[in-house]
């Protein structure tokens, strides 16, 4: 997708501190982070957000699941936990219009939400 600042970063056009990536998924470090851990994964094919989604994504969606249980492992925060949010339009303060899943870890976080 032309002028998407996610597909530049899988496509390797603008830097981004990868963390982890396949076929299906890339994630990266976010360049401005809320936490110690604060990682972005998103889908390698532009999708713009949740209410884009179809059911031929069934199989990627639950791959994306995955990957973040390998990235947590792999981070060092699967233990002790994190926080999963995708924001989703303007009331959630979607930025960026690819999807993507913040995993956010490495301190303790108040509940509930909001
Ligand atoms: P949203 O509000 O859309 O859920 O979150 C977008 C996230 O993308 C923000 O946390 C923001 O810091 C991050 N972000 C925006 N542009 C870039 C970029 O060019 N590189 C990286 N690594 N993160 C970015
Ligand atoms: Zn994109």
Partial sequence: MINC???KIIA???PGK????DDLVTAFHDINPVAPTHILV???KHIASTNDITQQDEALLGHM???VKK???DQGIAEKGYRLII???PDANQVVQHLHVH???GHYMRHPMG
């Fill in 65 to 67: 699941l995955l990957a």
């Fill in 5 to 7: 600042t996610f597909c």
């Fill in 42 to 44: 998103i889908p390698n």
């Fill in 103 to 105: 995993i956010i870890g």
């Fill in 71 to 73: 990235i947590a492992a």
């Fill in 12 to 14: 390797g056009e603008i």
């Fill in 87 to 89: 924001n989703t339009g």
């Fill in 18 to 21: 990868i963390a982890y990536k």
